[in-house]
């Protein structure tokens, strides 16, 4: 989250889901770490419990134009 730029990634739980993160702003930690909320355009939130997160990986360059 605080590469320079900022590269979006998509962070992918046990369930099979992703859900995209395209701003620094757009997720948040809690203290102890063991939840993370995700939120987007339309302001939704999804939180997580960490222990679901199985990957965090980069977006593809030509999908991060959008």
Do not use: C, W
Request: net charge positive; aromatic share 8%; proline share 6%.
């Amino acid at each position: 989250m605080n590469a320079e730029p900022f590269v979006q990634f998509f962070v992918k739980t046990s369930d099979g889901k992703q859900d995209r993160v395209k701003h620094p702003d757009y997720v948040a930690i809690s203290p102890k770490g063991g939840r993370v909320s995700l939120y987007d355009d339309e302001e939704t939130t999804t939180i997580l419990s960490a222990l679901h997160i199985m990957a965090v990986e980069k977006m593809p360059a030509r999908a991060r134009r959008r």
